[in-house]
């Protein structure tokens, strides 16, 4: 029993670790091409999109974030204020953005300018403020295709005078359509589940059998599932094909769809599991 045990253990690290890689490596190839390039006489900004690495979670959801490289163009000190810049959210809002180094859990209070040397370029990462919660640990939301429309307002000080740089984007990720998504497998329940959907084509609810409890399983969203986003859901099922069971629980499914973290109850008693689409 410890052998087979150990073995599934391996085997479910060893996944776990490629996708991870490959959620990178697919994030870097993306990001090659940028969203988009804000210029004046003053200063340069191209904006990308990478995958935030705050944790090993982060790395298996993909959480996207804002990489901004900052170019003064200038022959004097220029401040990136960013108290006053603004990003589209992923509720369509324009917010602050939070910048690499303030702690998440001063995110309301007033931040440190940035100090550009003159002639020289900053890479830096930002956050729209409404993305930071907690849970557990501070935690970053990734940035989705739910509003593809984005506004970037970047105001910044040169020579005592305060200016700002805008411009639009279009976020082309995956939206709050759960379309097109196809069979899960789960870990450590070995569950293999197909999606139904409403009338819109968006993923209400995943049925199927689970190999290690050799039973039917159910899972039902409390609305429609949503990409990059805890998704609230009750299931049932059973469990050697006649003992039924039944519990509440949350997942949070990724930017695209192909990893998701869940958290369960079989009755009162607590369980975690991953899964992924293919």
Same mark, same amino acid.
């Given at each position: 029993?410890?052998k ?33 390039? %804000? ?6 900004? =191209?904006?990308? &999109?990478?995958?935030y ?12 974030? /804002? ?8 022959? &004097? ?6 108290d ?16 690499? @180094? $303030? ?16 002639n020289?370029? /900053? ?6 403020e ?12 990734? =940035? ?7 506004? /970037? ?9 305060k ?6 984007? =279009? ?9 097109? $998504? ?7 329940? *070995?569950?293999? &589940? ?14 199927? *059998?689970?190999? /290690? ?11 429609? %599932? ?6 609230? *859901?009750?299931?049932w099922?059973t469990?050697f094909i006649?003992?039924?069971?039944? @519990? ?9 769809g ?5 958290? *369960? ?14």
């Amino acid at each position: 029993m410890r052998k087979v045990f150990g073995k599934v253990l391996l085997f479910l690290v060893v996944l776990l670790t490629f996708f991870g890689v490959s959620s990178f490596a697919d994030t870097q190839e993306a990001t090659k091409v940028s969203l988009a390039v %804000m210029e004046n006489d003053d200063i340069r900004i =191209i904006v990308d &999109l990478e995958t935030y690495v705050g944790s090993l979670f982060d790395i298996l959801a993909n959480t996207k974030v /804002l990489r901004l490289t900052i170019t003064n163009k200038t022959g &004097l000190p220029l401040k990136i204020i960013w108290d006053e810049s603004l990003f589209t959210d992923n509720y369509g809002k324009p917010v602050k953005l939070i910048r690499e @180094g $303030q702690k998440f859990i001063d995110a309301t209070r007033a931040q440190v300018p940035t100090v550009i040397l003159p002639n020289s370029t /900053l890479s830096i990462i930002a956050v729209p403020e409404s993305h930071i919660y907690y849970s557990g640990g501070w935690q970053v939301l990734g =940035i989705s295709g739910i509003v593809s429309n984005r506004k /970037l307002f970047v105001t910044y000080e040169v020579n005592d005078k305060k200016k700002y740089i805008e411009t639009s984007i =279009i976020i082309e990720l995956p939206s709050k359509s759960s379309k097109n $998504q196809k069979t899960r497998i789960t870990f450590p329940f *070995f569950n293999i &589940l197909y999606p139904f959907s409403d009338k819109e084509g968006n993923i209400t609810s995943y049925k199927g *059998f689970s190999a /290690l409890l050799f039973g039917y399983v159910e899972k039902n969203y409390y609305g429609s %599932m949503k990409f990059n986003s805890w998704n609230n *859901f009750w299931h049932w099922g059973t469990a050697f094909i006649v003992l039924p069971y039944i @519990g509440i629980g949350t997942e949070y499914v990724n930017g695209d769809g192909t990893f998701a973290f869940s958290l *369960f109850t079989l009755y009162i008693v607590p369980f975690f599991e991953f899964s992924v689409s293919f």
